[in-house]
């Protein structure tokens, strides 16, 4: 049997785009039969279309994809004000297609970083099942009770990946991964929290043709031939001296070392309490439950002045141990390469698309040399992957191959996908 991949591919293509534009109806087991006349193999892998739209452009540009996707991604501004629109296209367009994604404090496509825009990815799953599912979450106290929930609808034969996309603001992200862990112990799982830029005040999901707040989405891919590589790295260097958490609630910390968090903290910042909660995202903090398990980071969502409280995108269990966290620019982007260097270990093939969800503390730490974190990704992954995601208010993801999925912040995520 010969094989000629890149025939196949070109005469499909041409199938594909004439089912496009309605000059013919055809059947792929058709064109297979036709194939086998004279004995050639089909070879199929993943395709992929990576599109940036903006307001003006965003009609035309859906008119270059030439291909029948079964899932796209979308990674929206909150500032992009015809989303309903592309998603009544696309689901006129592409009635089987599966479409998900999110907010963002940022659009990332291929090594821009954006904002007013969607950054949409056109995928063709050849040899993989895909299956959706969502959970409306009114109360963040059920977030445990949703993760749970989401990974029970998505459990079946051949589940090879899951991937969150989640509400950003009215959500426990680490309670949402301790119910999605405890009912896929041996699955990985990445995704990431939705954002509104530096606002903290509204986000949503896309869930097939809707925009929707207070929803998070799972995606599942089943099937042997899907490849996937993960990895989690931040660059952030810790200082100070490591304090006590002596009184916290989930999310919400109260007390360090007997002092009031809020008043403690801001004592660290200077000038830079005045803009609170937003200054947050440029002090984290590093936190450690014991001295077997790395250091998570944890980022500001918002703060109380009567409680004197910190509220946080992850929990603060108490009688853990934080200390504050600053940014050197170079070692951010260091950490960015050191996650694509295992993101590529980890999947063991080249990938076809590569999901960079980064946090947007580092946006406003990196400022005008944001796009720098993304070019070395793409100088470790090379050329042949497409890449899309965005900037987020939590990472979903393992740190590497071995490890648990944890709920992160101040990191970039890298999640990459193709089909062999």
């Known amino acids: 049997m010969v094989k000629i991949q890149n025939i196949c591919k070109v005469i499909t293509l041409i199938a594909d785009s004439l089912f496009r534009l309605k000059v013919v109806k055809y059947c792929k087991s058709s ?41 796209f991604l979308l990674f929206v501004s909150p ?16 009635t089987d297609a599966i479409l998900v994604g999110c907010s963002t404090a940022g659009e990332i496509s291929n090594i821009t970083v954006s904002d007013k825009t969607i950054s ?13 599912v969502s959970f409306e979450i009114r109360d963040k106290n059920y977030s445990e009770i949703a993760g749970k929930e989401i990974a029970s609808k998505l459990i079946e034969e051949n589940l090879k990946h899951v991937m969150i996309f989640s509400e950003g603001l009215n959500v426990n992200g680490a309670d949402l991964v301790s119910g999605l862990k405890s009912k896929l112990p041996n699955i990985s799982i990445t995704g990431g929290l939705a954002a509104d830029g530096s606002n903290f005040i509204k986000t949503f999901v ?22 996937v590589g993960f990895s989690s790295k931040s660059g952030w260097d810790s200082f100070g001296i490591e304090r006590l958490v002596t009184k916290s609630k989930k999310n919400v910390l109260y007390e360090l070392d007997g002092y009031p ?29 014991n001295e077997n398990t790395p250091p998570v980071i944890r980022t500001i969502l918002g703060i109380s002045e009567d409680e004197q409280s910190l509220t946080f995108a992850g929990n603060i269990a108490e009688g853990s141990y934080v200390r504050l966290m600053k940014a050197n620019i170079d070692r951010l982007i260091s950490g960015a390469e050191d996650s694509a260097i295992l993101a590529n270990k980890n999947a063991n093939e080249s990938s076809d698309l590569a999901i960079l969800i980064s946090c947007v503390g580092r946006r406003l730490v990196l400022k005008q040399l944001v796009e720098e974190e993304i070019e070395v990704v793409r100088e470790v992954l090379g050329e042949k992957p497409s890449i ?20 992160h912040n101040q990191t970039m995520t890298i999640t990459t996908l193709t089909e062999c």
């Open 79 to 94: 500032d992009f004000n015809c989303t309903n629109q592309v998603l009544e296209v696309l689901n006129k367009n592409f």
């Open 206 to 227: 896309i869930n097939n043709n809707k925009m929707q707040d207070n929803t998070i989405v799972g995606l599942g891919l089943y099937g042997n031939y899907l490849k």
């Open 31 to 71: 064109i297979k039969c036709l194939f086998s006349c004279f004995n050639v193999q089909i070879v199929t892998s993943m395709k992929v279309k990576q599109l940036s739209l903006d307001e003006r452009n965003w009609s035309q540009r859906l008119k270059s994809i030439c291909f029948e996707p079964n899932l």
């Open 261 to 289: 968090a809020l008043e403690l903290y801001k004592s660290f910042l200077g000038d830079e309490a005045n803009n609170l909660p937003s200054s947050g995202l440029l002090f984290p903090l590093s936190m450690r439950n």
């Open 120 to 132: 949409l990815t056109a995928i063709k799953l050849e040899k993989t099942r895909i299956k959706k």
């Open 388 to 407: 899309t995601g965005f900037y987020s208010y939590g990472e979903i993801a393992p740190f590497g191959a071995f490890s648990p999925c944890e709920l």
